[in-house]
């Protein structure tokens, strides 16, 4: 056992963490955020520039990382800025399945910031479970043909190209039967109507009838890169809820330590030093799962699944509490926009609504460790 | 003991349930089981609607125009309200001022100012908090000096509910910087908002809405006949606007109307292939908030009782303060949770009249994540919880 | 709504209160709860001659009680006392079925403290499920035999007659198909074998083998009795629990006032301070609900069970959090025998195992729930 | 960041568990497993055999016999002697005075005890906790004067875990009762227990069980040679002694054990027709605990690793304190909840070794009441959990 950083994942973070912090104020990310694109292009070529979307790639893609250990480094640097550029649509989610299948060229150009992906796979009424597709898609003479309709897909309006999950075979909830498809979102046949999420990110509804898409991978079988994808997803987001998290922490503890009541600092009262270090150990508590799961992001299934919902659902859990308590500790001011912290809060808490919550977690912890035995 | 309700009690539910099925305007119900933004001619239409019928100042003695109405009448009153869907009744005029007027008001200041809210004429704001006390009320800045038949009024209140919409505002002020105690030199003043030096701004909360405000005062002139009480007194008549008999300070109401939305929600929504009310784990979420909510009616109605007519449980507010948060909070919480991912999409669009647009998803999604951010403030305002333990542990436990 | 008490009930309260403040010290309930009947018999005639038993009886068998209301407020009193008498088995779960049948002659032995009862009716693996009997019962030419074991029947080794379950009829866990005996448990063909309880009560394991028995009421129809019976109980311990609650509070507030550490009292930590007055809210929480319970303990099945099950849910959940915080806010002498405070801890905590637990509870309110619609 | 057991580690383990395998007394074990009253003849065994094999001093450093085990070779450790069965070995003699007498005591000390300890010769009990003191150890009034060669000991130690088997026991007695502040002025004392004037009377636990003790010291007489440390030096020994490495401070490896034993009770258990852990709602129970106890587990060797070798993580050990208890009264909750009405039966003579009565319900119900009623002291002892976020809320977060 190893809990150190390597001296390259060391600068990496730091990097990362110092771009972050110098380059993205929180009254830049709100711009960001209000812009019609719902992030800033310049500020991912930036990112793209410091290596940060490679870092989330293998070699085998020439990334230069790509390991859960990378991915929560990063991540957890994004959610310490609140950044709204689309590393998880475009780093994680779109690129997880050209990862599996190998395709270089098309991740060179996500890496360089160049072009952006989208997974689209939610579907309305599929609430979070990973196998619901109601998208059909038929092989006819011109190729494959897509039809159906993608619920709250992240940055879906944006994206350059869609990675779009149908089913070729089975019912509505069967996880044989499923095929990814590369889909061109500017062809005829595919309409997105983006809207604003209330933690400041962007998404899409997207119907399609009839529109052309390119098989990533064997159609039919794509169930398992359906799986990894939102795997990572998991781990991207439960890293960066660690990183808001952290920074709840530290604003709330700073905001006891200065702000005057009753003659004193608020933090004077032993209620709300003890509150603090219940969500110190909360965080840290978080953390640890999160390490877990990064290490077994590439381990046999059961054990990979198992951590995830671990982490997912301890994540959610120790989330609400963070974000309650540091609203709470703060006060009034913590229900005005100008405030930095609410927008943390409202990130945390919503990272519950991403690829299952709580509850869903625990119930998926239950079904893989019963399959462990 | 009997905690049923009597038939003369179910005979006045049935009378509010009625008179609000045919007077509450079917555009005000709707706009607010949408949750959408009520202007100031919403609820000036629902007052003076309310005013003629008598049920305006429900808590104010027969004898200047209230009800009379016992603890469970009220109680009663309030759940109608809720469930038809009508406007909350601004409180400001109505349940804090008009107590303290007819407590500490002059013959003319009662004459003048109780009908007017009565009808609904005056839009009241409350003029406590300023910036940096928060809870410490009484460390309060603004200054009011004695000029002849005049008030010279400088300072800075903040958390200005509906100022905006305000024509009058009460508010404490420091007439006496060098009084021994922090709470004396206080005074509560009556202020027209129209006055000249009056500067209302918003403050934009958390979910991008404009409720709350900022009031600057700069050298604003107020009549000496606009106090109330005794001059360096206010922190009196403060004290006794916050003791005065809240009936609804838990929220059953409230929290039973967000249940009953929560069940329909959670019968809708589908979860692997069946209702999400029939998941175990959501059910059990759901079933202990129901049980917390029939435990905090049974006690809030047995607090009140025993408190006695018009007059306030004391420290005891303070417990159905606490709980009362804590049952309303965990509802939106659940609420949130329902609708899994379309709890995400925020359409600020769909909360004006009149909207037509489509939802991502199912409509009633759109103001679920915004209701549970928003209702952390309940925890927040009207003295923290913290402050409230506080009170309990002084008051109720002897330390 | 009237949530005053009567000036006859008040009298009864204040009785009971009185009666066991002075005569009933923690050391003598210890010296009842270690002799081998597990309480006092000369106690038990003394609560009989106060008219306790008989307030838990209804007018229609000749007692001046019987409602909810009384259960709840004699079963309050008895827990503020942590009393080891046999209320609950004597005047409660074994006369339910009695009072059901109008047998006001053997009840009137109870009430007078002559006669006592117990109900068998739990068996080896059967949880909480009230339904769940394989005891049975046919009848031959001399009447009706019984055979089979019966578990931890509270004062089962005590009893003069037991009201025991069996089958006639049906699966082991239908509800259709039950019937109850009164048995004689000093024949031949009835054994039993007594023990401690953790919380200071007595219990046995009972096994019959053909053991003689005479129907309480219509054999095969005997499952709404039980319900009564238990239902009964839930409301008694619920009671129970509360006053032994209010006393944990009161011994803990009393505590925090006098103890004094670093300098000063405890209780001068803010932190004790509000977790307090969080035992408080919650005491009243459970109050109140105990209080819905009691006033509809006559109603229609589905309320009444409803409420019942609400109560029981929540006095499970508020009893664990003040039986714990009651310890804890002591430090180590609540870990100690001499002191009255881990023994009402002991009790409350235990109290969750009785007809059913505050999981068993809510799964069941959520079940009259949906009945109710 | 590697977070699996390299393949020297895993060969330590094997190495560990084939030993216990190969010499742990199956009359041990089994007592150990059935929660039975473990004798001093008992525990005298077990240290003797751990003795014999080099592993009782696992903590100290090699020069002493000590075994230069890595954190997480010393994880493994203990969570193989708990997964085997293992008696815990008496930690007040190894652990708590090996280490302070290695670093404050004389040569002469270290000569006549070190090899005492090793051996399992001596019985060590701790005097630290006085009657009325609780966590605020530094208000000790158990008085030592100097009389000549000696000091002349009264007053009276509480809380004495075992001290019924001990024949020595290291007390904090106050030797300056003029010292300025409360810290000084206390000095660190070895006493034998056979002493005159000692007495040692049973305190008996909420379940009914003599495990600690009150100690009475009457006009005891100390040698001066068995002085640690400087006189009136005491309080750096003792905080020394409490800082000093603790592994298990978390208590990682006994939870990991009862979340085992819980599961097999659960898969044992009948609800409703099938398996007690396929009850949603306690599966859900058992799950959020398995997944806390997942977390701390890498959380609390995260902080010892990178505290590095023989230092104590200092403020952080509080951090895991908390959350260990915390996991460790959770598990002792569901085993209780898990045995439904069986929990209550209480049969103390079941605790015997021999005994072959049968238990009402499944024998391994008999435990878990007590089991949980006995835990509520982990939050407690050793400072309570309410003093360790007073330690983090200062030491960490900078209060």
Redesign the interface.
């Known amino acids: 056992?190893?809990?150190?950083?390597?001296e390259e994942?060391r600068m990496l973070t730091d990097t990362a963490e110092r771009f972050i912090r110098e380059r993205y104020p929180i009254e830049k990310r709100h711009d960001f955020a209000a812009s019609e694109l719902g992030f800033s292009r310049a500020m991912w070529r930036d990112f793209a520039g410091l290596g940060l979307i490679g870092a989330l790639m293998p070699p085998e893609v020439d990334g230069y990382g790509g390991t859960g250990?990378d991915i929560m480094l990063v991540f957890e640097a994004l959610g310490r800025g609140l950044v709204v550029e689309p590393f998880l649509a475009s780093g994680i989610l779109g690129a997880s399945p050209l990862i599996d299948t190998g395709d270089a060229q098309t991740l060179g150009q996500v890496m360089a910031g160049e072009r952006l992906l989208a997974l689209a796979h939610?579907e309305?009424?599929g609430?979070?479970?990973l196998s619901h597709v109601r998208t059909r898609a038929t092989q006819g003479a011109e190729g494959w043909r897509i039809t159906g309709a993608k619920?709250?897909v992240f940055n879906g309006g944006s994206a350059d190209t869609l990675i779009v999950s149908a089913r070729i075979a089975g019912d509505a909830?069967a996880e044989d039967g499923l095929a990814l498809f590369r889909v061109d979102p500017h062809q005829q046949g595919v309409a997105r109507?983006g809207?604003?999420?209330?933690?400041g990110?962007m998404?899409a509804?997207i119907t399609m009838g009839g529109a052309i898409g390119e098989p990533v991978g064997t159609p039919g079988e794509a169930y398992p890169m359906i799986e990894r994808a939102i795997g990572r997803g998991i781990l991207a987001v439960c890293a960066e809820a660690l990183g808001a998290m952290e920074v709840a922490k530290d604003l709330t503890?700073d905001y006891?330590?200065t702000?005057?009541?009753?003659g004193q600092p608020i933090?004077?009262?032993?209620?709300?030093?003890?509150r603090?270090?219940?969500l110190?150990?909360e965080i840290?508590?978080?953390?640890?799962?999160i390490?877990?799961a990064?290490?077994?992001l590439d381990a046999e299934r059961t054990t990979r699944e198992r951590?995830l919902s671990?982490a997912k659902?301890?994540v959610g859990?120790v989330g609400?509490l963070v974000a309650?308590e540091a609203?709470?500790m703060h006060?009034?001011v913590?229900?005005?926009?100008?405030l930095a912290l609410?927008?943390y809060?409202?990130r945390i808490?919503?990272i519950?609504?991403?690829f299952g919550?709580t509850?869903h977690h625990?119930?998926r912890?239950?079904r893989f460790?019963r399959e462990a035995g | 003991m009997d905690l049923s309700y009597s038939a003369e009690e179910q005979a006045f539910r049935d009378e509010v349930h009625d008179w609000l099925k045919q007077r509450l305007p079917k555009r005000l119900s709707a706009k607010v089981r949408k949750a959408q933004r009520l202007t100031k001619a919403d609820y000036d239409e629902w007052h003076t609607l309310l005013g003629t019928r008598g049920w305006m100042a429900w808590h104010w003695p027969v004898e200047h125009g209230g009800t009379g109405w016992t603890p469970v009448e009220k109680h009663i009153f309030e759940e109608e309200m809720i469930a038809a869907g009508a406007p909350r009744i601004i409180p400001f005029g109505v349940n804090m001022l008009g107590p303290v007027l007819i407590r500490y008001g002059t013959e003319k200041q009662k004459a003048h100012y109780l009908p007017r809210i009565l009808s609904g004429a005056d839009w009241w704001a409350q003029g406590y908090s300023e910036p940096g006390a928060g809870s410490d009320l009484a460390s309060l800045r603004t200054r009011a000096v004695r000029d002849g038949e005049h008030y010279i009024v400088n300072g800075q209140k903040t958390w200005t509910t509906m100022a905006h919409f305000a024509n009058r505002m009460f508010c404490l002020v420091r007439t006496d910087p060098n009084a021994p105690k922090r709470q004396q030199g206080i005074s509560f003043l009556l202020i027209d908002m129209d006055s000249p030096g009056i500067e209302v701004r918003p403050i934009i909360t958390l979910e991008g809405e404009h409720d709350v405000n900022e009031v600057f005062l700069t050298d604003v002139h107020v009549p000496v006949e606009n106090l109330v009480g005794a001059e360096n007194d206010g922190w009196t008549v403060a004290k006794y606007l916050l003791n005065y008999e809240r009936t609804g300070i838990a929220g059953v109401a409230a929290s039973k109307q967000a249940l009953a939305g929560l069940k329909r929600i959670a019968a809708t929504e589908r979860k692997d292939g069946r209702a999400l009310a029939e998941d175990p784990y959501f059910a059990a979420r759901m079933a202990r908030l129901e049980i917390d909510l029939m435990a905090m009616e049974i006690f809030n109605l047995r607090l009140i009782a025993a408190a006695g007519m018009g007059k306030s449980p004391g420290a005891e507010s303070s417990l159905l303060k606490i709980k009362g948060t804590q049952v309303r909070q965990e509802a939106t919480d659940l609420l949130r949770r329902a609708v899994g991912p379309y709890a995400a999409p925020d359409l600020p669009e769909a909360f004006d009249e009149g909207w037509n647009g489509q939802a991502p998803g199912p409509d009633y999604a759109l103001a679920l994540a915004r209701g549970y951010f928003n209702m952390r403030k309940a925890s927040i305002y009207g003295g923290s919880n913290e402050i409230q333990r506080n009170i309990v542990a002084k008051h109720l436990l002897g330390f």
């Open positions: 056992m190893d809990f150190n950083l390597s994942r250990e939610g309305p009424d609430r979070y479970a619920s709250v909830d109507r809207y604003a999420t209330i933690d990110g998404a509804e503890l006891l330590k702000r005057v009541q009753f933090g004077a009262n032993q209620v709300l030093q003890h603090m270090v219940d110190l150990i840290e508590q978080a953390r640890s799962c390490m877990l990064a290490s077994t951590n671990a659902h301890l859990r609400r309650e609203i709470q006060g009034g913590a229900m005005t926009w100008e609410p927008h809060a409202k808490v919503m519950d609504h991403l919550d509850d625990l119930e912890f239950i460790s």
